[in-house]
């Protein structure tokens, strides 16, 4: 019998709903984990044994999740359907839920985190606060709106870019990135970048995440602290409901994240993701309920649980692939734990590359200053073996 005939008649004996979720990375692998608490397996579709949710779930199933067919396989027997990241077609989100799946987010919503066009054009109609930006189809369309708002822009992949990919900044004689339907924003001087995690359910309700700060080194996340040091209650609060606003209007079901930029008059919305997100991996330990929880309670339409922290500071420092060399991971984590018994590490069973994220290490305390700098040596210890 296979493993995932017998998780489904093991599902069907506790009387427990089934969740899928499409895509096999370190997302649906948390997810996985705060299932188990929910007594659930999460059945999740990979696209390789390889993947780091296969490695450990029991439920699997391959295939591709730009394949109908195989998303259509994929959900039989399942109560719901959610995702670990924005790639499946939108047409195919719509075909699975016009053939009586149960989708959360639902393709009308998933569409602003796939689409940085509709994003734009969709927040900009609810009055979202938002840089400056513009469709550019030719360099004419660059140089004009470059001129209007100031050198350098920043230009964006409409669809498909993700940690720095697809996201160039351009100056007047520069080419445009060849064969990429794009928009260019305006340049924004900001103070900081913040990010705000709110969960809805189908029902409608709500439940905001403290508001953190986001580093960022190259295009990637290098650490998340919570709460974001220094913001004024006022604007904290103001993010929180921008957040729950946004949720609302898009009709969101599950987590969204909304990464912002804090400027001298206010905030500006970046980006979104409907789904679990790196700036919310600090909740696993740091929050009363993680977002991995929280989203499948969500998309379940379960109660929403706690999102009050569970220290005074928090940080979450990613752990990148290093060099090749060096001593095991394995020994880097006996001598992390021996010399740091607080560090929390989640690996995510990825093969290394230098660059590549391979995990992350959450850190509690009372003072900010000392645990960033704990977060921080944890995980340069991790990735370098120095």
């Given at each position: ?59 699997v199933q391959y295939g591709d999740h730009t394949d109908l067919a195989a998303l259509r396989t994929f959900a039989k027997g399942c109560d719901v359907v959610t995702f670990d990241h924005e790639h499946v077609p939108t047409e195919a989100v719509r075909e699975l839920a ?155 079901v599950g987590m969204l994240a909304v990464e912002l930029f804090e400027v001298d008059g206010g905030l500006i919305v970046n980006e979104l993701a409907m789904r679990p997100h790196n700036s919310g991996h600090w909740t696993i330990e740091g929050a009363r309920t993680s977002q991995f929880e929280q989203h499948l309670r969500a998309v379940l339409d379960y109660p ?83």
């Open positions: 019998m296979s493993a995932a005939r017998l998780a489904s008649e093991m599902d069907t004996r506790t009387g427990l709903p089934v969740v899928g979720m499409v895509g096999g990375g370190q997302l649906a692998r948390m997810t996985h984990q705060a299932a188990i608490a929910l007594g659930q397996s999460l059945r999740v579709l990979a696209s390789s044994p390889e993947d780091g949710a296969a490695l450990v779930a029991a439920d016009a053939s009586g799946v149960v989708v959360h987010p639902g393709a009308d919503a998933l569409v602003y985190a796939q689409d940085k066009r509709a994003m734009r054009e969709r927040l900009s109609a609810l009055g979202a606060p938002a840089p400056r930006w513009r469709p550019i189809s030719s360099a004419e369309d660059l140089r004009a709106f470059g001129d209007e708002v100031g050198w350098p822009v920043v230009a964006k992949a409409v669809r498909g870019g993700y940690d720095g990919r697809g996201v160039w900044m351009l100056s007047p004689d520069d080419p445009l990135p060849p064969g990429v339907e794009l928009i260019a924003e305006e340049r924004v001087a900001l103070r900081r970048e913040l990010a705000v995690q709110v969960a809805r359910s189908p029902f409608g309700q709500v439940a905001a995440y403290p508001v953190v700060e986001t580093v960022q080194r190259d295009g990637i996340c290098v650490e998340v602290l919570a709460p974001a040091p220094d913001l004024l209650p006022a604007r904290a609060v103001a993010a929180q409901q921008l957040a729950i606003d946004i949720a609302t209007a898009l009709g969101v929403m649980g706690g999102t009050a922290l569970t220290a005074p500071a928090v940080v979450m420092a990613n752990v990148l692939g290093g060099q090749p060399g060096g001593i095991s991971i394995d020994e880097r984590l006996h001598h992390l734990f021996a010399t740091d018994p607080g560090a929390k590490v989640h690996l995510y069973g990825k093969q290394v590359r230098p660059g590549r994220k391979i995990g992350h290490v959450t850190v509690l305390g009372d003072d900010m200053d000392e645990v960033r700098a704990r977060a921080a040596r944890a995980a340069r210890w991790l990735q370098e073996g120095e």
